[in-house]
């Protein structure tokens, strides 16, 4: 029986597995090839969203969907951008923040608030993001601005990195 190693994109990935028994040495030999860990390696049966555990054997599958959970973190940049616009007809400053989270220079997440400042005070949202120290998780806590300037924030979110990298389709 031949295993299809196949990426998310469907490209088949050529491993020689003539004598792996066990999902666990197909891993293995999978995360050599990928240049990761064998931990970062999950295997999926074709139309499934199962995981399949290490313990299975290898002819149960005639197929096998591959996903590198691992990626670069190095490649990972915030750049945070702030500016603002006086506007001496109306009296008012709109102050304007940009975040965006790239990869190797792809965007993979933005966000943009603005706010004005004039004689009835401050309105508008503001946010601030920040990196997990492990490079795998963008913290994002966005909020409202009332009249004294002073945010009423949301609880912060975390965003997993990796789910970015999918829906852009790295692996």
């Known amino acids: 029986m031949v295993l299809q190693l196949?990426?998310?994109?469907?490209?088949?990935?050529?491993?020689?597995?003539?004598?792996?028994?066990?999902?666990?040495?197909?891993r293995a030999r999978v995360a050599t090839k990928l240049g990761c860990e064998p931990a970062c390696v999950l295997l999926v049966p074709s139309g499934s969203t199962e995981v399949v555990k290490d313990n299975q054997m290898v002819e149960t599958y005639n197929a096998l969907t591959v996903i590198n959970q691992s990626f670069d973190s190095r490649l990972i940049?915030?750049?945070?951008?702030?500016?603002?616009?006086?506007?001496?007809?109306?009296?008012?400053?709109?102050?304007?923040?940009?975040s965006q989270l790239l990869y190797d220079g792809t965007m993979l997440w933005e966000r943009q608030d603005r706010q004005i400042c004039d004689e009835m005070g401050y309105r508008g949202r503001t946010h601030?993001?920040?990196?997990?120290?492990?490079?795998q998780l963008l913290f994002c806590r966005s909020g409202f601005l009332r009249r004294r300037g002073v945010p009423e924030y949301e609880p912060t979110k975390a965003i997993q990195i990796q789910h970015l990298l999918q829906k852009r389709g790295f692996r």
């Open 77 to 98: 940049r915030l750049d945070v951008e702030e500016s603002k616009q006086y506007s001496p007809r109306q009296a008012s400053t709109l102050f304007y923040k940009t």
């Open 6 to 26: 196949l990426a998310l994109s469907g490209e088949e990935i050529e491993v020689e597995l003539a004598d792996a028994q066990s999902i666990k040495d197909v």
């Open 128 to 135: 601030d993001v920040y990196l997990s120290e492990c490079g």
